[in-house]
């Protein structure tokens, strides 16, 4: 095993540091510096007093497992029973051992974020009350993790130390950013430490776990996410580097997760095939270590993999994730993709959106909100679908009909926790709002604020000291106009970035203004308390997908046809939380009628289709794939 260890960190030195590094364009914001309002928010209370805030009940074995405390993980711990079937996997038990700590932590990240932005007096109280818990099991040393001291760092296969830890530190993180409680700040730092200790830079292979599979080693790789937020916090670029250094072992070991590893994607003949979740959550390790380093190795690398991924991505934003990519392009029937990489791939492109400031990231952002995380939500329970397609003839359990050999699948189906399958795509819901409401807001300077993502928000923030507070009113995404709220409490002079969606064909307001790389600038000095109004013109418009079939969208909203259907309702868990099925009424299907009109109106795109059962014309209604269950979205 040392020289194995040896050869890898031999290895590593393949990639090489630069004297010079680039530059990142816009400054990312504390967590809670921005809250949601109007129906976003509306939403988010929803979810709060639905599944999201209640999974602690829904699923209490999983939730309320002490495995960061008292049932920290031994030598001769045994597989947990997680109420899940396992007829396919490919797993193996041991990921079994550490799987409560990833559904737990991620849980509490997406609640504590959740009761923070809405100010729920008793989801904060209960948050304390957690992160207290937590910090009261930090040893010594400063190790905050799942395993007990005969275990922790001393692996040579499948275990979740690091992803364990990047999964609730994150949360803590957020905490802080929002209490300013630097206890917490503290506990987490001499956490990092503790891992950077054990895991010393260039001395040691964190990413070595034998040639068997190890899902849970790769999630690991997420650690990253942990040091780019300290690297935000304390601008020491050890954190950075430790990034850097994590990915050239990741790049150098066995990874049964390994469409990220550089070989792998300077290899031209590659193909995308691991599990989708990993494959778009590693996009951010990329982009660290790209900013660590700044090397054309790395800079192609990171636009080799993001080509790769959009011919992984539906027309949605949902990219696929049923369960492995598996060498395959999207599709609108045949591909699923899963909630918990709706999270992942979301977050990445906030992430590069950050840092390279590129307008377009934006749009693929809001694809992803507001078309396949949206049409993966049950607009009248709360649940949600574990694996969803844009056509959804059926939820049943399986994609659209299709059976999958030596696999029970259940997960096309709507649950409050799906734990027939794994409690992860439920916690990652919970995370979604949050994170999106936390990257609409940035600043490239003291003086810009850009606006980066558009929805209905208030951003509390300053200028040379003078507290700013600007409130976006608007029903975006199903209306096009916005008033720009400004308060303040003395006049000052600043910059207002909006961001322009590809999909804009004319702009409304009174305010002078420019635009700049896709960026609606508007500089002047704002009184004590002052207005932008601006609206957009849009038009629909009718698309192909990668197959040639026609899609429809109007703004950045992608419609479907709904088709009725027969609910059926499953498993009922804790009272009022219920699985449901959904089987249609009628199977028919429709082609696109070529050079027929259309028009929007209320909400809706009207036009004609073709019954493929009758070969018929028939008037038909469109209406935004968020509002659907099922439904036939491409033609």
Request: charged share 25%; proline share 3%.
């Amino acid at each position: 095993m040392k020289l194995i260890q040896s050869l890898v960190l031999l290895l590593m030195s393949t990639i090489t540091l630069a004297q010079t590094k680039p530059v990142e364009k816009f400054q990312s914001l504390p967590f809670g510096a921005i809250k949601p309002r109007g129906w976003l928010k509306e939403q988010m209370q929803k979810d709060v007093d639905g599944f999201v805030g209640n999974l602690d009940l829904i699923v209490p074995d999983l939730i309320n497992d002490p495995i960061y405390s008292t049932g920290r993980l031994q030598k001769h711990s045994k597989v947990k029973d997680l109420g899940n079937h396992k007829e396919g996997d490919v797993a193996g038990d041991e990921q079994y051992k550490w799987w409560n700590s990833e559904t737990q932590s991620n849980w509490w990240d997406g609640y504590l974020r959740n009761v923070f932005l809405l100010e729920d007096k008793k989801g904060i109280e209960k948050a304390k009350k957690y992160v207290e818990n937590i910090l009261a099991t930090q040893d010594e040393d400063g190790y905050i993790g799942i395993y007990d001291k005969e275990l922790r760092y001393n692996f040579s296969s499948e275990n979740g130390e690091l992803w364990s830890k990047a999964s609730l530190y994150r949360g803590l993180l957020a905490y802080y950013e929002y209490t300013k409680d630097e206890n917490v700040f503290t506990a987490v730092k001499r956490a990092v430490e503790n891992v950077m200790e054990n895991y010393p830079f260039y001395a040691s292979s964190p990413f070595y776990s034998g040639t068997s599979f190890n899902g849970g080693v790769s999630h690991g790789l997420t650690f990253t996410d942990v040091l780019e937020r300290m690297y935000f916090h304390t601008k020491d670029e050890k954190y950075r580097d430790y990034a850097l250094f994590l990915y050239k072992d990741f790049s150098n070991t066995y990874q049964s997760e390994a469409d990220v590893q550089l070989k792998n994607i300077l290899d031209p003949g590659y193909k995308l095939k691991s599990h989708g979740v990993h494959t778009f959550e590693h996009i951010r390790t990329l982009i660290i270590a790209k900013y660590a380093a700044e090397n054309s190795e790395l800079t192609n690398a990171l636009d080799i993999y993001l080509e790769r991924i959009k011919n992984a991505t539906t027309i949605s934003g949902g990219a696929i994730g049923d369960e492995w990519i598996a060498e395959r392009n999207a599709d609108a029937t045949h591909i699923g993709y899963e909630y918990c990489s709706l999270q992942e791939l979301m977050d990445s492109y906030s992430l590069l959106f950050q840092k390279t400031g590129k307008a377009k990231i934006g749009d693929d952002i809001e694809n992803i909100f507001y078309n396949a995380a949206q049409g993966s939500r049950n607009p009248n329970h709360s649940c949600i679908a574990y694996l969803k397609t844009d056509n959804s003839f059926e939820m049943l359990g399986t994609k659209n009909g299709e059976t999958e050999p030596d696999r029970k699948q259940t997960r096309y189906k709507y649950s409050p926790a799906h734990q027939d399958v794994a409690v992860c795509c439920n916690p990652n819901a919970g995370r979604i709002s949050p994170y999106f409401v936390q990257n609409s807001w940035m600043k490239e300077n003291e003086t810009t604020f850009v606006a980066a993502l558009l929805m209905p928000n208030v951003l509390e923030s300053s200028v040379n000291g003078n507290i700013v507070i600007i409130e976006n009113i608007t029903e975006y995404p199903n209306q096009k106009e916005f008033k720009f709220k400004i308060t303040q409490s003395k006049p000052s002079g600043f910059t207002l970035k909006i961001r322009k969606p590809t999909w804009v064909k004319k702009i409304k307001t009174n305010e002078v203004y420019r635009i700049e790389n896709d960026f609606i600038v508007i500089e002047r000095t704002f009184f004590t308390s002052d207005v932008i109004n601006l609206s957009f013109e849009t038009e629909i418009q009718v698309k192909k997908d990668n197959i040639g079939s026609h899609y429809f969208t109007y703004g950045v909203l992608l419609f479907a046809l709904p088709i009725k259907a027969k609910e059926i309702v499953g498993k009922i868990y804790y009272t009022k939380f219920t699985d449901f099925t959904y089987e249609p009424f009628l199977k028919t299907r429709y082609l696109f009628k070529n050079n027929e009109k259309f028009r929007y109106k209320n909400g809706f795109i009207k036009t004609k289709l073709i019954n493929q059962n009758t070969n018929k014309i028939e008037k038909v209604e469109l209406i935004p794939i968020g509002k659907t269950i099922l439904r036939q979205t491409t033609f």
